[in-house]
């Protein structure tokens, strides 16, 4: 069964801190590992796509990386605008539905 | 282009009753995904439609929820005889490749 585990379930920075969020997987055949952020109230946002180990993708503060064992979402220089609920999930072997983990909750004071 | 929508965007009904719920998803998605997420937990699959196959209903929680596709593209879920533990936020979500999913706001339905 696959697994996704996310931490820490809270963070709070200061504006400009920077910091990561994790993502801890166990998947057979892992077919692809995708960030989200989701607001309250709205529907999760797509973020980036990791296919495999190694490969890294950027978006503005954001940089998403991977391993064979988890994926770390690191937030650089954070404005108050990047809070949000973080989610991670997984899509593997035959499997056609996406499995989430429980989520990051990132506060940004400024 | 415009995205997912879902409607209603609040519901609010009686122990007992009928809901649906409504999804048009991105134009030209063939793969079409139900999740339902209640307060503090992670996003729960529910069913899942592909083109013109066979839809996967895996995780349907029970015999009250159906879901249908008309013309591989408008989806309607259905809870029939609604209970309290029904009560969470309805998520749609399209794709076009069957790998990146895009989601709708979603419906928050609330059992009385």
């Known amino acids: 069964e696959d697994q996704v585990t996310q931490s820490p379930e809270a963070l709070r920075l200061q504006e400009g801190e920077s910091s990561s969020l994790n993502c801890s997987y166990t998947?057979?055949?892992?077919?692809?590992l995708f960030w989200y952020r989701q607001d309250p109230g709205k529907g999760p946002e797509f973020l980036f796509t990791?296919?495999?180990a190694g490969e890294e993708k950027e978006k503005e503060r954001l940089k998403a990386t991977l391993t064979k064992k988890e994926s770390f979402l690191h937030i650089t220089a954070p404005k108050p605008e990047d809070s949000a609920t973080y989610l991670c999930a997984v899509l593997s072997g035959s499997a056609r539905q996406l499995t989430f983990g429980s989520g990051t909750q990132l506060t940004v004071l400024p | 282009g415009a995205g997912v929508s879902q409607s209603p965007s609040n519901k609010v009904t009686e122990k007992g009753k009928d809901v649906e719920l409504r999804c048009d998803p991105i134009?030209?998605?063939?793969?079409l995904y139900w999740y339902r997420q209640s307060l503090g937990q992670g996003l729960e699959f529910l069913i899942y439609?592909?083109?013109?196959?066979?839809?996967?209903k895996s995780g349907l929680p029970s015999d009250r929820f159906s879901a249908e596709r008309t013309g591989g593209s408008v989806s309607t879920l259905t809870i029939q005889r609604t209970q309290q533990e029904d009560s969470a936020v309805y998520l749609c979500?399209?794709?076009?490749?069957?790998?990146?999913?895009?989601f709708g706001p979603g419906t928050r339905l609330t059992v009385t």
């Open positions: 990791l296919y495999s």
């Open positions: 134009s030209g998605h063939t793969a």
């Open positions: 979500a399209s794709s076009l490749d069957a790998r990146e999913q895009y």
């Open positions: 998947v057979s055949g892992l077919r692809g």
């Open positions: 439609f592909q083109g013109n196959s066979a839809p996967d």
